[in-house]
């Protein structure tokens, strides 16, 4: 447990940022939930999972984290298991079978496969530490994450799923895989993603779209159904024929390029067309909110729209803690969990705004000086996943809030109203504390 020597090698510089960013949370929610049905309830909860999370930030802390690269494959197996059981006995909320409703307590367990993938990945890349940079470790690591993402998916959590895959090319990278495997990586995960950010693109109906204007132009387009097969058809028959001009040529060209590319690209488009068809309405109208948020100001693009009211009348310094108006008078939905960021930008300005995207930044880099000074590499990568998730959660809901990138519904970590997510990441902090403690051998 925790030794006299343990305890002073705390990361106070952790602590004091991830606290700061609890506390501006806290006031964030306090002012958001004023009006909603059941607010003594929700603070109630809230504070019980700030105090759940505490104890679990001094559990995560008080372990050799060492523990957890022991029992790896078990964690993993558990990450399975519960997003398996949630499929077949969870509760629905906002269209997710996500949940475990106990009679006292619900709980969210992706959010425990969140901190789970990262250990179990982080096992795994250590044990190939010397093939690191063969295809294989990136195969199988995309193999481990894209398990669990495939259960989530199957939720349907698109915003969710997507999450995993920032941590798992900052892993890979921060493990030192070959910068080509991270390419190809890379271009398969953003074909997959993109191509259902087209095909809803290509099924808007725009009525009031004008010639010149990029509604009209692809309202022009036909549709995606028999152009994907037209696609796939035209990549590998070009592959080929690229081929055969560059040996013509005598160029010498690597042949893996010319298998390695068009597959990345089919297989991408077949994981798009999978993906495409997980999602749901709703989901769907908010990538049109996204792509075209003309198109329904009162619908699909509400929530955001409302959003950047609130940010932008916060001006430099804002409105004042509990003055704000587009969150407490009820204008602004979802206001005290995944627009909780807009709250803040409204009641505390740019200067608070800025303020707490600071602490987040200090928070990062914490974790990032905590996988620099790790005494063994299974540490540094679990230091480096956490400061990847952090980081991408942060740009994903403040993107959100700004209407730069489409709404996920992913909770601003330490922030965002949900006991589940608070809980969680702070045992996570906790395990990144240890890590950090541990930087030199002691007994």
């Keep these: 447990m925790l030794g006299a020597q343990t305890k002073n090698r705390m990361d106070w510089g952790l602590v004091a940022s991830a606290s700061c960013i609890i506390i501006i949370g806290t006031i964030a929610i306090l002012s958001a939930a004023s009006h909603i049905p059941g607010y003594h309830g929700v603070l109630q909860r809230h504070f019980l999972a700030m105090t759940l999370g505490i104890l679990l930030f001094l559990f995560g802390f008080g372990f050799n984290y060492q523990i957890f690269q022991d029992q790896s494959k078990a964690i993993y197996a558990l990450t ?3 997003m398996g059981v949630v499929l077949l006995f969870g509760s629905v909320r906002r269209g997710h079978r996500a949940w475990f409703e106990l009679s006292f307590i619900s709980f969210q367990p992706m959010e425990v496969a969140r901190i789970g993938v990262i250990l179990a990945l982080a096992s795994f890349l250590d044990r190939r530490g010397r093939r690191i940079t063969e295809l294989s470790t990136v195969g199988g690591a995309l193999a481990l994450v894209g398990a669990v993402m495939v259960l989530i998916l199957m939720q349907p959590d698109f915003a969710s799923a997507l999450t995993f895959f920032p941590v798992l090319v900052g892993m890979l990278f921060c493990a030192g895989a ?7 990586l890379v271009g398969y995960g953003s074909i997959a993603i993109a191509f259902p950010l087209a095909y ?12 010149g204007t990029l509604p009209y132009a692809v309202m022009q387009m036909p549709r995606m159904g028999w152009m994907t097969a037209l696609v796939l058809s035209g990549i590998a028959a070009a ?6 001009f560059a040996v013509m040529m005598r160029a010498r060209p690597r042949a893996g390029y010319f298998v390695v590319v068009p597959l990345v690209l089919i297989v991408g488009l077949l994981s798009g067309i999978l993906v495409n068809r997980q999602l749901k309405g709703y989901q769907r109208n908010r990538f049109v909110a996204f792509l075209a948020p003309e198109t329904d100001i009162q619908g699909a693009s509400y929530n955001v729209h409302q959003s950047v009211i609130a940010i932008g009348s916060g001006g430099l310094w804002g409105k004042g803690l509990f003055s704000g108006t587009q969150g407490r008078l009820g204008f602004l939905p979802e206001r005290h969990t995944d627009f909780v960021f807009a709250v803040i930008g409204e009641e505390m300005g740019f200067v608070g705004a800025m303020g707490l995207v600071g602490l987040y930044m200090m928070l990062i880099w914490r974790l990032i ?3 620099r000074l790790s005494r063994d590499r299974y540490g540094s990568l679990v230091s480096c996943g956490l400061a990847s998730m952090f980081a991408f959660h942060l740009v994903l809901n403040a993107g959100m809030c700004l209407g730069v990138v489409p709404v996920a519904g992913v909770p601003l970590p330490l922030v965002s109203y949900g006991g589940s997510s608070l809980s969680v990441t702070m045992w996570a902090l906790g395990i990144a504390a240890n890590i950090y403690s541990h930087r030199y051998s002691f007994a």
């Design 178 to 184: 070959s910068l080509e495997h991270l390419a190809v």
């Design 239 to 244: 592959s080929g024929l690229v081929w055969r």
């Design 369 to 371: 000086t905590a996988a």
């Design 80 to 82: 399975i298991a519960l």
């Design 200 to 211: 809803v693109l290509c099924q808007v109906h725009y009525p009031d779209a004008a010639p």
